[in-house]
């Protein structure tokens, strides 16, 4: 008997453990091309009627094939980083450590050791060095965007989009 397709040609899911699917990046449109592994054919596919889909989905292809792709809605690069740092409040009333998980041109992802109560919405000071051969210092006003855990997604403030440190680090 033949294996059922969802109605949608994609769904929200968890890739296997130990399975790192491929990265396809959603233009402004919502809109992705994906490829199967399998047989190689390329596909479109349209986020604009499903705002809530998930970093990773499942999807099926014409050949039969199930596979995962992971999805970036981010407008810039984010590369992946394990960077020690600090943060603190503008007014100085509250400081702590942070490792910087992900940078781009436009923000950071940054894991704090324990809660500090921080909300979206919120400004912060972060410091912390990259792991280039300069050893280049950033220090950069941000805006707290999520907070999931002890996981804070952050904007910078007033940067520069042509930041040439960073720009270069980004493409290294």
Known sequence: ???????????????????????????????????????????????????????VIRTWCKCGNEYFCRLEFRRTYRKRVNLRGTFGLPDGSMQGDMTVTDISLGGVGMKLPTSYGLQPGMFL???????????????????????????????FVGHRERDKDLGYYLMA
């Open 125 to 155: 000071d972060v410091s912390f060095q990259l792991d280039n051969l300069k050893g280049t210092p950033i220090q950069r006003r941000v805006l707290v965007r999520t907070v999931h855990g002890l996981s804070i997604g952050a904007e």
């Open 1 to 55: 008997m033949a294996e059922i397709l969802p109605a949608l040609p994609f769904e929200t899911a968890q890739a296997p453990p130990g399975q790192e699917p491929p990265t396809y990046y959603v233009d402004e449109n919502r809109q992705v091309m994906v490829l199967c592994p399998k047989c190689e054919r390329a596909r479109n596919l349209d986020f604009t009627q499903h705002p809530e889909v998930g970093p």
